[in-house]
């Protein structure tokens, strides 16, 4: 099977979508970007850019390779969090000790974002907290 190759503007926005986590910032650091040209503008380039398979599967090899670059896993996340925490904890700081918290909560896909919806005026709470309250709420 024949690999697509990027063209280099597609791979300075791809090695720049890495580095800011931007999708706009990376679109105008890459691209042609005139002064006049409009924010949605912008923004749907770079939308659709980053729909595109083999865009996204770039971007994931280059994200590998920091991660892999730096020895970044899961562990040393937690790790790094849990050290946190406990420093937080001897010093007192509670709202770091939170923030630690919620941290390693993320990042182990415990933590669930909660939403608002409204629809036709009939207003909905997307607010599951964090994964296992259901069973304490009895839902």
């Not at 971007?59 to 892999?68: A, G, I, P, S």
């Not at 790790?79 to 182990?108: D, F, W, Y």
């Not at 629809?119 to 839902?139: P, S």
């Amino acid at each position: 099977m024949k690999k697509n190759k990027l063209t280099i503007k597609q791979e300075n926005f791809c090695t720049k979508y890495v580095e800011c986590g931007n999708g706009s910032e990376a679109y105008r650091f890459a691209y042609d970007v005139g002064k006049d040209t409009k924010i949605c503008t912008i923004n749907n380039k770079a939308y659709e850019l980053l729909k595109r398979g083999d865009i996204g599967m770039r971007v994931q090899e280059l994200k590998d390779k920091v991660l892999k670059k730096h020895e970044v896993t899961t562990d040393s996340l937690l790790k790094e969090l849990e050290q946190a925490r406990a420093l937080a904890e001897e010093n007192n700081h509670t709202n770091v000790m939170v923030s630690a918290t919620m941290g390693k909560a993320k990042l182990t896909g415990l933590e669930v974002n909660k939403q608002e919806i409204e629809v036709k005026g009939v207003r909905f709470n997307m607010n599951y907290g964090v994964k296992g309250d259901e069973e304490k709420d009895g839902g």
